[in-house]
């Protein structure tokens, strides 16, 4: 069905999520007295939320079929001959990302009825990650640079607030804020690029900029002769490494899992950390007019990909493994656009979502079987357990390290050629970033697993070491039990965590399992299914774009010849050699000779404490920057303030006056005879002022 898009039906995928967050948000809670119980307020928010499942399913079948939108649907002011607009910009691009934001928001919301039914904030989680949703939808929806920078800072915003949701903790409060001033660090960057491309592309809106690429590409930066274009692209993917958790911008995403489970999942698989991916995607007509970005962007995520991977073997919290396991997948994105394989990169992005969120919501499956531990020291043997929970965690990290037919070896094996097929500076180095991703990824994916669903039951014991790897098990209090946190924080909020002697884990309930189940089938298939059109057909015709010198995913099409003979040809190839050996070895290690981690970390210690204070970032950011915060800010008090501002300007004029006036004071005497003497001495000086002097010629 060629043509154009309904734009009033396309109005109501961003508008159903945020009605059932208003709903939810102001008849749920205290603003409004309650009105609305929690049934209504889980009910109106998912409903909200399939209803923009279901239509953006609809357009995406459009979009293949032909159709598309790009229109404006209101304009907020026009400064100048500059519209300030709220449009749709509807292409195979959008429509995916429409599809894969609503289905997962879907999963999160099903799933959070079972995992919150017990917090006293139930409604105002459900608004929250219904706003949420409506936030990112409108970022991927826009087709301009105002409606992109308001869905960019908005899905900052609630980020903040989902955080920070159990706001009793101080570690919960610590997280949020951290999060929400790198996100401030990148988004500076971020609007400089705007600005740059607004003030000399005189518009705001993508085509018009995409149509001026030509001259922008000829212009220096005033003062400098750095490219014009260069600048911008760099600026826009600051924005992007604040979003997507780069290096040195990643610091807040592990930490952000102070928040509950489910918005770890929403988070880290479909929205927030996506958004800088699929914003340097959208701007590939830009970032392709400039090398230098694109090799800058390629070692970053290289960086990214490799030594966050790293800091994934080190951690016993079961959340935190996961989300560095984001960061590193984030790395694989980010160089797969810097090897100009956008496709790749979004394709990357979508099978990432599914097997991500999976295992998100697998790992708070097992902490609510656990009664809230989350150490992965102190499971095992979970399988018999938890079977549901067991088969599709296996089926996330399956699909995580890329085994073949699962949907992350189509992505990832993809990335890898894209890599090694480009001539870019700093593509050497990204290759065996990735390649060593590989090995690293499979080994603290099934570290994880193993230590989780086999080997010794060691729950119902003494913890272990439960202050270490940053209190993670214990700052990462996660679940129902936040409704007593003002109590936790008098008591020791973590005495009752785990299972007591003699108790067993359970299953989860169904509302728990459903999403678990209906992810772990797109996490099996999608890849199989979707490598073809989205690689190598006409899916992103016309809306990725990729320059003639930059010939890798050329190279990548001349090698396809299928997705069954694709894997077949990886079962000798060095990824999986590499995947099947971390499998291997992290075997070895954890089930078979556990005393070989003990003397490795004996043996290279000076190794182990770097990555056990994750390479001293923190640390660093904490004494030059914060620290250099706290010192400025302490100068510009102590001089500028108290010096200038109150010292000089303020009491200083006050002190002027005063002394003024003590002096004209002598001259207020009160006697007439003085009084007289002053007027009588005044006339004569006017006389003199202004008559001619009577002996002058």
């Known amino acids: 069905m060629a043509g154009q898009l309904n734009p009033h039906l396309l109005l109501a995928v961003p508008l159903a999520p945020l009605v059932g967050s208003a709903i939810a948000g102001l008849f749920g809670t205290k603003f409004f007295g309650n009105v609305v119980g929690r049934k209504i307020s889980h009910s109106v928010t ?4 399939l209803i923009a499942l279901i239509i953006s399913i609809q357009t995406l079948l459009a979009v293949v079929g032909g159709a598309s939108y790009n229109g404006t649907l209101y304009t907020w002011m026009t400064v100048a001959g500059m519209k300030f607009e709220v ?15 609503t289905f997962v928001s879907l999963m999160v919301h099903i799933y959070t009825i079972g995992y919150m039914k017990d917090d006293e904030g139930y409604n105002r989680f459900f608004s929250y990650i219904s706003l949420f949703t409506f936030s990112m939808l409108m ?14 800072e908005a899905v900052g915003l609630v980020s903040y607030l989902l955080i920070g949701f159990w706001y009793t903790r101080p570690t919960a409060i610590k997280a949020n804020m951290k999060a929400f001033l790198v996100n401030r660090v990148g988004d500076f960057g971020f609007i400089l690029g705007i600005g740059l491309l607004m003030a000399y592309a005189g518009s705001m809106n993508y085509a018009e900029v995409f149509a001026r690429k030509t001259e922008l590409a000829q212009l220096t930066l005033p003062g400098t002769n750095w490219m014009l274009l260069t600048v911008a692209c760099i600026c826009l993917f600051i924005g992007a490494m604040g979003k997507s958790a780069q290096f040195p911008l990643h610091v807040w995403l592990p930490d952000s899992m102070e928040g509950p489970t489910p918005i770890s999942a929403l988070i880290h698989a479909a929205t927030m950390v996506t958004a800088g991916i699929f914003m340097v995607s959208r ?5 392709e007019l400039s090398d230098t970005a694109l090799s800058v962007i390629l070692v970053i995520g290289a960086i990214t990909a490799l030594f966050m991977g790293l800091l994934g073997i080190m951690q016993t919290d079961i959340k935190r493994v996961v989300a560095y396991s984001t960061l590193s997948q984030l790395g694989y994105m980010t160089v797969a656009l810097g090897a100009s394989a956008y496709s790749v990169a979004v394709f990357h992005l979508m099978t990432h979502a599914f097997f991500k969120a999976l295992l998100f919501l697998g790992a708070g499956s097992v902490i609510i079987g656990m009664h809230h531990d989350q150490d992965i020291r102190n499971m095992g043997g979970l399988r018999k357990y938890m079977p549901i929970t067991w088969i599709t965690s296996l089926v996330g990290s399956l699909a ?5 037919f699962f949907s992350g070896f189509y992505s990832k094996d993809s990335i890898i050629d894209a890599v090694h097929a480009s001539t870019l500076p700093g593509a050497g180095f990204a290759y065996f970033s990735v390649l060593a991703g590989v090995f690293i990824t499979a080994f603290y994916s099934f570290r994880m697993y193993f230590l989780v669903f086999h080997g010794e039951e060691r729950f119902g014991k003494a913890a272990h070491g439960s202050h270490d790897q940053h209190a993670s098990a214990a700052v990462s209090h996660d679940a129902h039990d936040a409704a007593h946190a003002v109590d936790d924080a008098v008591h020791d909020d973590h005495a009752h965590d785990g299972l007591a002697p003699g108790q067993k884990p359970h299953e989860s309930p169904l509302v728990v399992t459903l999403p678990l189940i209906l992810l772990a089938i797109p996490s099996a298939i999608i890849g199989f299914l979707a490598i073809g059109p989205m690689l190598f057909g006409d899916f992103f015709k016309g809306v990725l774009f990729v320059s003639e010198t930059h010939a890798a995913m050329e190279e990548l099409a001349h090698e396809y010849h299928g997705p069954v003979a694709m894997a077949v040809h990886a079962l000798t190839s060095p990824p999986f050699l590499l995947a099947l050996a971390g499998v291997l070895v992290s075997y070895y290690f954890y089930m078979v000779n556990p005393r070989v981690p003990a003397w490795i970390k004996d043996k290279f210690s000076p190794i182990y404490t770097l990555l056990e204070n994750k390479y001293y970032l923190d640390k660093f950011n904490d004494v030059v920057f914060a620290g250099g915060a706290r010192l400025l800010g302490g100068g510009l008090w102590s001089i500028g303030d108290k010096g200038l501002i109150d010292g000089l300007i303020v009491n200083g004029s006050a002190k002027v006056v005063n002394w003024f006036s003590k002096v004209m004071r002598l001259g207020q005497t009160g006697y007439i005879y003085h009084y007289a003497f002053v007027m009588i001495i005044g006339v004569l000086g006017f006389l003199v002022w202004f008559l001619p002097f009577p002996f002058a010629n």
């Open 400 to 404: 995580l390290i890329g085994t073949p």
């Open 139 to 152: 970022l991927v929806m826009s087709n301009n640079f105002l409606q992109l920078f308001f869905g960019w």
């Open 283 to 287: 701007m590939s007509p830009l970032f």
């Open 46 to 49: 998912i409903l909200g939320v």
């Open 87 to 101: 449009g749709f910009l509807i292409d195979s691009l959008t429509a995916l990302m429409m599809c894969v934001v």
